[in-house]
């Protein structure tokens, strides 16, 4: 049979997991789909957490004790988030030996409320990676413009970050800025950069769900020809840029220095188009040392009838621009779009970090 998912890995597509639960590693279920289905990496988020606490019995021992003990809501819900990444870490931590700290890496991200406030970012972040303690984790940061500085100034500390919320190029750039700065103090202050990492997380979907939104509302052929056609076409100029970025005189320093490449991260890759192939954002977005993290349907929707054609990124740069360009000729406001994403990405975090804190509340409320 064909393993599908080895042709993904081997084409340079590093296939991550965006889900967690203590119900996974219970049942060995993270192990097997290392074992099984070449994943190499996790993410998390509040909306997973939150999902995976609500009416779960694996957390119940954990709140009970948690409850007889008092702790405060936010310590009880930052116990029981990092008790799970700790141990996904001890799962992957074979891949993160096998490749050298590149992959087998585990993301938490920082409470989403600090999503505007530099200083609590970073204290929040250092907090996490004390808390969890092991090398493979990933410290995962927003790209708001006040996430920008607290991205350098982890990575300074020697903090391996995941920059989440990417949605315009121009904000990559500033990403990948704050990438270069972090890495060049990390060095000034002494750590070892090839063993600090970073991805920036690209987000897909949810760019073509806001654009065709806007598509619709204009109607006509020539918006209608254009409908799922943005998200694909914003990712592969993004590595363009990363391509461009990554050969420039100031990285060829820090490489030098035995620092790896911050690597484009696609997020968001499951269609919510039922129009759309369910494999979309994985087939069209493969391209030497990307990583494409997907819920566990789309990892096996790509297992059973995913086409890997090789690279189909770079050879694709002017067909992307002038869908960019189709778009603002129909009336499409491209950085509005971008703009909102990152505004609605923070607020769902929000309200999933708010809706896990309730669920941690009745659960500690039930166990006394």
């Not at 904000?171 to 890495?183: H, K, N, P, Q, S």
């Not at 997380?201 to 806001?210: L, P, Q």
């Not at 619709?216 to 970025?245: F, H, M, S, W």
């Not at 192939?277 to 990583?291: F, I, K, S, W």
Request: charged content about 25%; hydrophobic content about 40%; overall charge negative.
């Amino acid at each position: 049979m064909t393993d599908r998912l080895a042709e993904l890995s081997a084409a340079g597509v590093a296939v991550w997991l965006d889900d967690i639960s203590r119900q996974r590693l219970v049942s060995g279920n993270l192990d097997e789909l290392r074992r099984d289905k070449h994943v190499v990496g996790v993410t998390s988020n509040p909306t997973i957490f939150a999902k995976a606490l609500a009416g779960a019995d694996a957390y119940a021992d954990q709140v009970a004790d948690l409850s007889r003990r008092g702790v405060s809501l936010d310590e009880a819900t930052r116990m029981i988030t990092t008790y799970d990444v700790r141990w996904a870490c001890d799962v992957l931590r074979p891949v993160y030996d096998e490749t050298d700290g590149v992959d087998g890496r585990v993301s938490l991200e920082v409470d989403p409320r600090l999503a505007h406030e530099t200083d609590k970012t970073i204290a929040e972040a250092a907090a996490l990676w004390w808390l969890v303690d092991r090398p493979n984790l990933f410290i995962k940061i927003p790209a708001t413009r006040e996430g920008l500085p607290a991205i350098t100034a982890a990575l300074a500390e020697g903090i391996s970050v995941n920059v989440t919320l990417i949605f315009s190029l121009q904000r990559y750039d500033e990403v990948i800025d704050a990438f270069f700065a972090g890495l060049e103090q990390a060095k000034a202050n002494g750590h070892d950069l090839s063993r600090l990492a970073s991805v920036a997380s690209f987000f897909v979907s949810r760019v073509d769900t806001e654009t065709d939104k806007r598509l619709d509302a204009i109607g006509g052929p020539d918006a209608d020809k254009l409908r799922g056609t943005a998200a694909i076409a914003n990712a592969r100029l993004a590595y363009q840029l990363y391509e461009q970025r990554f050969g420039s005189e100031r990285w060829q320093a820090l490489a030098a220095a035995g620092a790896h490449p911050q690597r484009p991260l696609w997020a968001s890759t499951s269609t919510k188009d039922p129009n759309l192939r369910d494999t979309l954002y994985v087939e069209e977005l493969v391209a030497p040392g990307v990583v494409n993290t997907a819920p566990e349907k789309t990892i096996f929707a790509y297992a059973d009838h995913g086409e890997t054609r090789g690279d189909t990124i770079t050879g694709n740069y002017a067909d992307a621009q002038q869908v960019m360009e189709a778009l603002k000729a129909v009336g499409v406001d491209f950085d509005d779009v971008t703009e909102v994403l990152e505004r609605e990405g923070v607020e769902k975090f929000e309200k999933s970090w708010l809706e896990l804190l309730d669920t941690v509340s009745d659960q500690l409320g039930q166990a006394k």
